[in-house]
């Protein structure tokens, strides 16, 4: 399992430890986990083909960008929650060190994805409140393009530059990793190459890409805000924020663990801790913004309708063919 280069010993893999170690527990995580993955996996590609299948949906910003996120989500829980799944039931712990990399490397894509389309709603909700009559020309189907192919191709670049971070470490000592995936901070804490350097740039590139989309999410809504505070009606003001209000929340579920887990240094960090903050943005929040962004929602249902009347009519028509 390992390989020598001079003085340096590089793993040709390591070990995950998972969430818990116990066997009763295992056997309890196990159903919760991968019920809670299949219903956030299902409901995510629920939204994907609705909106995908609706023109007027898919060419509103909003839903454009939804259509998005849920596939980042789908990616964001994809890529960790399997191995967490055989890990629960198998002894089979172990990852090698170019899957690691590779698990680190779509964690990162699909993470800062995350940041960058809750920042594109965001900007969204800003001018469809605040700027109404300068809404289809300033959020034109073109700039909504141009903003989700930025997210992903940042996004991208971000992954690589972490994973050629880490893939100059070298590790000498413990390969466990306390963890269900391969994160920067475990990675970084295991190597024994001085990372100082890194640390410090990662850290830096960490907390721009992550505060900077939350400050121009935060800005948005101190407008939003203003602007709504100025509606005369109950009723204005209460239509106004519930179209809001699902992004509010998908960004309170998202940022909360996000923020006081990675933003520090990796000294402080704790495995424990890590992995149960961890469990809530790769498998809760993934499971929750499908029903977020639907349970009230009437566009949303009524274009799920027409598509499972649209499948109905289809499954009827080829029954009465072969009949």
Known sequence: MEKELGNQTHFAGFILLGLSTSPEFQGLLFPLFL???LIGLLGNLLIILVICSNDTLFHTPMYFFLSHLS????????NAVPKMLQILVSKNNTISYSGCLTQLYFFVVFCTTDNFLLASMAYDRYVAICRPLHY??????KRCLILAAGSWLLSNAQGLLYVSSISGFSFCASREIPHFFCDVHPLIKLSCSDTSAVEMMLMFEGTVTM????MLILISYIFIVSRVWKIPSASGKYKAFSTCSSHLTTVALFYGTLIGTYIR????YSGT???MASVFYTIVTPMLNPFIYSLRNSEMHGAMRRLLRSWFQKERSVGEMRS
């Open 273 to 275: 801790k890590l992995s």
């Open 211 to 214: 505060l900077g989309p939350l």
């Open 35 to 37: 019920s809670m993955y």
């Open 265 to 268: 240094p990796s000294s402080t």
């Open 71 to 78: 596939l980042a989500d789908i990616g964001f829980s994809s």
């Open 136 to 141: 289809s020309t300033v959020m034109s189907y």
